[in-house]
């Protein structure tokens, strides 16, 4: 047992510092600090990506015959967090973190072949096509119908929640194209393509007044079967592989070190009444150092997980647990942000955080972004499974209930 | 970085487990504990230990806290060895070949009555006189006190309490004149004892560090217990988990098994989750402190704080869950809540050392 870096690891660290150093302008970093979501402005996030793709570097946890790295757990962890103190906007996951590695797992050859070069270089944009106003939680009670005609799907019903999907030229999604049996037995993971006449993307406004999600509508929308991934009536195994790898791929606690960082440097700023600075206010510390002791902790249970993964073993429930671990700290972190700035959280300037856009802040620069992050923060414990789905899978899978 | 046990720390656990669920005898558990070699763990080999580290006190304290044993363990090896193993030579060539023995017991004192707990808090007086020292003043929960044949007492040399400086560490004979002994039971079942110290006299090789040092050490080793205090809290709490996961599997009401409502099945979740974060914190405080790192000591802090928090959270929970069962002395669960309810008293409270970790 030891917490040794290796040698190698220290270098290659040193290298990533000095790409993102020489690679990050000014353009993407803007965005970067304006991104109060997990999804950053599309523009400057797509530009980033093409940078990265250039050097090789857009995919470290895909296969290297696909375009990975053959990095390490150990790099891959030190590139992450290096991304995140450089304050580069994260890549659009649904490509990357989602489609791609479902593709490499379960798509033809001539899937992977056409896809994966394309979701590397950034040409294609991807969306989710899974929720449905009648089935979140519940997600295996889907009712888009996906009906067989020949060579071809003939789609119709709706899909819900989907993230920029008005962005997007490609979805992959579940559909059914069975009404009998287990539900679950029923569904057929498709790939379509955006421009298919007969689908009509409808933006839904959040609470952060950001058109983030949509809903999307099929009527008699004709897939080729040939976008089938995995068998007829299988779709539900893609899904799930799917599933796993958005809860477990991901680390928080390095994100979350970095914005309690960033939180005591604007409390050090704000004077209180007492003349002293909020930083050294006995109250706000303790709630400060409470959120921080167990990003520390949830720093450690991250690191158990790639130990075990570097070790050929499978983590096991200690993946779930992040995602649960690592949405609700966000939550608190985000909130914690809105307390320290007091009113100066509640100047709502969203045309402000547009990159690039023309509107100065009216306060400090440090205070755009608060209120908006814990808005949208909400959402994080409600998407990609909720966290009573997670508890709930905790209690089966792992205490057997 | 690796968070595998080795082949022999694996069987130190293996064996600690086999010796826990075997039935032992309260009676002669400490002299077992010698011949099984783990009186000796922390200490140089040339001293006459084995020279183990954190980790295999770690290893160990887990397997003893899953077997809820009450022991002198943190008494006399973590906390006194810990003392013996900064001092000099000579002091480790007398006591420690006793102590690894099985032969020899001691306790550290350093808590005082309505003086929060923290070594530079320490009042109790040694006046020096006459070549010696005149020991006067109270120390309270000195943990294994009654028992031990040597009690370590920190004092006041110089200084006010809240300085660092001006303290010094006395080697006690509790048979000594002026010494008077109260013993107790803690809430949890181990033995504790209250020191009286009036016009104790002593000589000045009674002094362990060099006079107004002995801070730095006592800090030290009050750290080593917190990791030893942790370790056993993550075998407690997992005990506390799984007996109530268990219980729920098979009480019945309404006709169904208590665990396959979501109410509870997502509040064990919470459980589990907690005892896993205080695992983390373990493991971070452990592997920092044994390495060096500069954070080791805030890692430390947070682990208190933790067993604070997180313990009282699942064995809370784990009394509401087992019902009025969990309110009686016949299951295992209610002894658990005393001794995790216990660290959270010792060495200083969860908010404490929060605000430790706040001011590092």
């Known amino acids: ?401 | 970085m690796n968070f595998s046990l080795s082949d022999e720390q694996q069987m130190l656990a293996d064996s600690a487990r086999r010796f826990v669920q075997g039935g032992y005898q309260p009676e002669t558990l400490w002299h077992q504990f010698a011949e099984l070699g783990w009186l000796a763990l922390p200490f140089d080999e040339d001293d006459g230990g084995l020279g183990a580290g954190l980790v295999e006190t770690m290893v160990l304290l887990e397997e003893l806290g899953r077997g809820g044993v009450i022991t002198p363990y943190l008494a006399t090896v973590v906390l006194g060895g810990g003392i013996l193993r900064r001092a000099d030579a000579g002091w480790r060539a007398r006591y420690v070949p006793d102590l690894v023995a099985g032969d020899l017991q001691l306790a550290l004192a350093v808590d005082e009555q309505e003086r929060v707990f923290a070594p530079e808090n320490t009042a109790l007086e040694a006046r020096e006189e006459g070549g010696g020292f005149v020991l006067s003043g109270r120390k309270t929960v000195v943990l294994n006190g009654d028992q031990a044949d040597r009690i370590l007492v920190l004092a006041r040399t110089s200084g006010e309490p809240g300085d660092q400086q001006g303290l010094s560490l006395f080697l006690l004979d509790p048979t000594s004149e002026g010494v008077t002994l109260t013993p107790h039971r803690l809430v949890d079942g181990h033995r504790a004892a209250r020191l009286q110290l009036d016009a104790v006299r002593l000589s000045a090789d009674t002094l362990i560090f060099p006079k107004d040092t002995a801070f730095e050490p006592v800090r030290q080793v009050l750290d080593e217990a917190i990791l030893a205090l942790g370790a056993e809290a993550v075998g407690a709490l997992t005990v506390l988990l799984d007996d109530t996961v268990e219980y729920s599997k098979t009480r019945k009401q309404f006709g169904v098994p208590i665990g396959s409502f979501q109410v509870l099945q997502h509040r064990m979740a919470d459980m589990f989750m907690a005892l896993e974060q205080t695992r983390s914190l373990l493991l971070a405080a452990t592997l920092k402190t044994l390495e060096g790192h500069d954070d080791a000591r805030q890692a430390v802090h947070a682990l208190k704080a933790r067993i604070g928090g997180a313990g009282r959270h699942i064995a809370q929970e784990a009394v509401q869950l087992h019902g009025g069962m969990g309110m009686t002395d016949e299951l295992a669960v209610g002894h658990y809540f005393k001794r995790i309810t216990a660290m959270d008293g010792l060495f200083g409270g969860a908010d404490q050392h929060l605000a430790a970790f706040a001011a590092g």
């Not at chain 1, 220290?10 to 150093?21: G, I, S």
């Not at chain 1, 789609?155 to 579940?174: D, E, P, Q, S, V």
Request: charged share 25%.
């Open chain 1, 1 to 401: 047992m030891d917490l040794k870096v290796p040698e190698q690891e220290r270098h290659f660290r040193e290298e990533v510092r000095a790409f993102l150093d020489e690679s990050l302008t000014a353009e993407i970093l803007e965005a970067g600090r304006k991104t109060t979501s997990v999804f950053a402005p599309v523009k400057e996030v797509m530009a980033w990506q093409r940078l990265l793709h250039k050097k090789g570097w857009v995919a470290p946890h895909w296969p290297k015959e696909y375009g990975g790295t053959g990095w390490s757990v150990g790099q891959r962890a030190v590139f992450a967090e290096e991304l995140v103190r450089a304050e580069a906007p994260p890549l659009i996951p649904m490509g990357l973190q989602m489609c791609g590695p479902c593709l490499i797992g379960f798509g033809t050859e001539e899937q992977k072949a056409h896809y994966l070069p394309r979701i590397l270089s950034g040409e294609d944009i991807w969306c989710q096509g899974y929720s449905e106003p009648g089935a979140g939680s519940d997600l295996a009670s889907l009712k888009t119908f996906a009906e067989s005609d020949g060579d071809d799907y003939v789609i119709n019903g709706t899909k819900i929640w989907t993230t920029y999907a008005h962005h997007a030229n490609r979805m992959f999604l579940l559909v059914r194209t069975r009404r009998d049996g287990k539900p679950q037995a029923g569904i057929t993971f498709l790939l379509l393509d955006m421009n298919t006449p007969g689908i009509t993307v409808e933006p839904i406004v959040g609470l952060d007044e950001v058109p983030e999600q949509c809903q999307v509508f099929f009527d008699n929308v004709r897939v080729p079967k040939r976008n089938r991934v995995g068998e007829e009536n299988d779709g539900w195994t893609v899904a799930k592989y799917l599933l796993t790898f958005e809860r477990g791929g991901q680390d928080y606690a390095p994100a979350l070190g970095v914005q309690l960082q960033r939180l005591k440097q604007i409390a050090a700023r704000q004077t209180t009444a007492s003349g002293g600075s909020l930083r050294d206010d006995p109250v706000w510390a303790h709630k400060v150092a409470a959120c921080e002791s167990e990003v520390l902790a949830l720093s450690f249970t991250e690191k158990r997980i790639k130990s075990a993964l570097s070790a050929g073993k499978d983590p096991g429930a200690l993946s779930s647990m992040t995602k649960i671990l690592g949405t609700e700290l966000q939550q608190r972190v985000t909130e914690l942000g809105i307390e320290t700035l007091g009113s100066q959280a509640l100047v709502w300037q969203p045309q402000a955080l547009v990159p690039g856009g023309d509107d100065e802040p009216l306060g400090p620069e440090y205070a755009l972004t608060g209120m908006a992050a814990y808005l949208n923060a909400r959402a994080c414990s409600i998407y990609g499974g909720s966290n009573e789905v997670q508890r709930g899978i905790i209690a089966k899978a792992v205490l057997g209930l």
